[in-house]
């Protein structure tokens, strides 16, 4: 039984989380056996500002991952974020060389579109095909042994600044890191949240950690548009410090519990009555919501000192208010560059705030589409720990190194022979992975 070990690690602003997981090859299937999730020191909304730091969170997360799984590790997978992250769609073409369209004809067409004059301060993590053109025919996905003259594919560019990647690249590599293959968030959590059918239908993900949220855009089941927004979660645990005068460690605690704080009795009897059917609308919700606004709550049963007593309907305007203007930026990024947020599967919120309270009535009256929290799936084993939409980006990032199916992208150094030839590899791959 063929078997081999993959190792993500998602390195995000509040958190770095390696996952290290068994494949066994002959069924495609992995099975996690180390996991651990350590604070993230030195990475500020998605970017490395202090070597030293960031390099000690990746290691302590790397060791106590490799201790629990009883190996060590050589070749890494990784995620990459920051505000500047930005893509472009750009379009490949070649006159087939023969009768039929061949494998090297679908390779120069790709190499054709990632002749991109990038500035060079930006370098391209992923080169994504979207869709094949043959002879003006479009909507093709496997052109090989096709008949045309002329061949296009339009890929999906996703870069990021040159110094983002070699700063991370150094805290890794410091540690005899291998880096196979560095993934945006974005992309990342994708894998692992969205059905196939919303991405055919056209939906945006939105993967809210605690300094970015990330972008991603699917139309016809081809990604369409990625980017970075320099807001998240630690922005509302400020705002909930400043507004309620509570340290920011406190203002966490209210953050991360507000259905206790908001709903204590639903809280408590949420497991006891969670399996009972729910027959009759309760009349007293609605008196209970309208009285909401005006309720004081004590915050010591959330373990804060100091007789600390704060209105619902403050926090409730706080937190609404950052949201609403992180959604109105995601908007106008988006528009910026042509697209629209609202599609028709409407909008899946994962990362760490996808767990607010609320958070997709917010997303829904701000972008006028429908809303839903998306939680990752797809591997088994010790996964207890990482089921949480917070743990999007890392359970895609472990699928991603499993199949690579359709990115031919690479995180190396772009003008090293060896990342022209994984590029290509990955391509072959993807290709062969679309055949009948």
């Known amino acids: 039984m063929s078997k081999r070990i993959v190792t993500a690690i998602d390195i995000g602003s509040s958190k770095v989380t390696t996952v290290i997981a068994s494949v066994n090859e002959t069924e495609n299937r992995s099975t996690v056996i180390g996991v651990y999730t350590h604070d993230s020191i030195g990475i500020k909304k998605g970017v490395v500002v202090n070597i030293d730091d960031a390099t000690n969170s990746i290691s302590e997360s790397v060791n106590a991952a490799e201790r629990m799984a009883g190996v060590t590790v050589s070749d890494v997978f990784l995620t990459i974020n920051g505000e500047q992250i930005s ?12 009768a039929e369209i061949t494998m090297d004809d679908t390779m120069r067409a790709v190499e054709n579109a990632r002749t991109l004059a990038l500035p060079e301060d930006l370098n391209p993590i992923h080169i994504i095909p979207r869709e094949f053109v043959v002879d003006k025919q479009g909507g093709i996905k496997y052109p090989i ?9 339009e890929t999906h560019i996703i870069t990021a600044p040159t110094s983002t990647w070699l700063n991370l690249r150094k805290c ?7 880096i196979v293959d560095v993934v945006f968030t974005g992309w990342a959590s994708s894998l692992s949240v969205l059905t196939e ?11 809210i950690g605690a300094g970015t949220t990330s972008i991603s855009i699917f139309e016809e089941s081809a ?5 970075c927004v320099p807001l998240g979660g630690v922005n509302i645990t400020s705002d909930l410090a400043i507004g309620l005068q509570l340290s920011l460690e406190d203002a966490e605690k209210v953050k991360m519990n507000l259905d206790k704080l908001f709903d204590p009795d639903a809280t408590e009897d949420k497991e006891k009555n969670k399996k009972k059917p729910r027959l009759i609308y309760d009349e007293t919700e609605k008196t209970k919501s309208k009285k909401e606004k005006d309720e004081e709550i004590d915050l010591s049963v959330i373990g804060i000192s100091g007789n600390k007593i704060v209105s619902k309907s ?13 959604f109105e930026m995601v908007k106008d990024t988006v528009s910026q560059s042509g697209y629209d947020v609202a599609m028709p599967s409407g909008i899946v919120i994962t990362g760490g705030t996808g767990l607010l309270r609320d958070v997709t009535k917010t997303s829904q009256s701000v972008f006028g589409t429908s809303s839903r929290v998306g939680y990752p799936s797809g591997l088994t084993g010790m996964v207890d720990e990482i089921t949480d939409p917070s743990y999007a980006s890392v359970q895609g990032l472990v699928k991603h190194a499993l199949d690579d199916e359709m990115d031919v992208g690479s995180g190396k150094d772009s003008d090293s022979s060896s990342s022209e030839e994984s590029i290509l590899q990955k391509f072959l791959d993807w290709v062969k992975s679309l055949k009948p």
């Open 87 to 98: 893509s472009i769609n750009n379009r490949g073409v070649v006159a087939v060389s023969g």
């Open 145 to 153: 042994g096709m008949t045309g003259t002329r061949l296009e594919v």
């Open 223 to 227: 990604i369409t548009f990625s980017g």
């Open 314 to 326: 403050l926090i409730k305007q706080i937190i609404e208010a950052r949201l609403e203007e992180l």
């Open 172 to 178: 890794v590599e410091q540690l005899c890191l291998n």
């Open 197 to 207: 059918t919303e991405k055919e239908l056209g939906v945006t993900l939105l993967d």
